[in-house]
């Protein structure tokens, strides 16, 4: 169980290559004993973008703040506050703020343990990074 503000969450740099000025806060993850999802708060701001890529699970994302372009397989998508996107397993996607104030979306993602902690896609780099 877990109650909290979300200003309570640490804000994390996402540090992985291609992320602009993007910031992830784990708001319920399996450090919180949540044993099937994890519940994400993303902000990115104004000119920012989370990296192009993939991954082998689903995306739910529902909109708080800003606008935005979803690229999804190379097209642009729009959208705004309130607005809510399914991405799909094994597309390439990136999501980047066009608007004039700082971008903020909840994401859903299912815990896989295999992908919980991604290897920085920089091969002169070490260490891990924060998974997007």
Known sequence: ?????????????????????????????????????????????????????????EHEVFVLQGEGVFVF????????????????????HQFRNTGKEKMVFLCIIPHQPAQRVKKNINPFASGTVNNC
Request: aromatic share 12%; charged share 30%; net charge negative.
């Open 73 to 92: 397989e190379d097209k642009e998508h729009p959208f705004k506050k309130w607005d809510v996107i399914y991405v799909d397993p094994g597309k390439e």
């Open 1 to 57: 169980m877990k109650v909290t503000s979300y200003e309570n969450v640490t804000l994390e740099n996402v540090a992985i290559e291609g992320a602009v000025n993007t910031k992830i806060r784990w708001l319920i993850s399996q450090k919180d004993g949540a044993p099937n999802f994890a519940l994400r708060m993303f902000e990115v701001e104004e000119g920012g973008n989370t990296p192009f890529h993939s991954h082998d699970y």
